[in-house]
């Protein structure tokens, strides 16, 4: 018995390559949680 076969793709993330919770038809970069959560970091401490 399968039980994920029928869940959405979901998009890799563009800097790590792990798996976001975005689905794969997702347009524009993707980010998982951590890529996600560091870039607002980043951002934030920017200037
Ligand atoms: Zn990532």
Redesign the pocket.
């Known amino acids: 018995m399968t039980t994920t076969e029928d869940r959405e793709p979901l998009a890799?993330?563009?800097?790590?390559?792990?798996q976001?919770e975005y689905p794969a038809t997702t347009k524009g970069a993707t980010?998982?949680?951590?890529?996600?959560w560091?870039e607002a970091q980043r951002t934030a401490c920017s200037g």
């Open positions: 890799d993330c563009v800097l790590c390559g792990e976001t980010l998982c949680p951590v890529c996600e560091q």
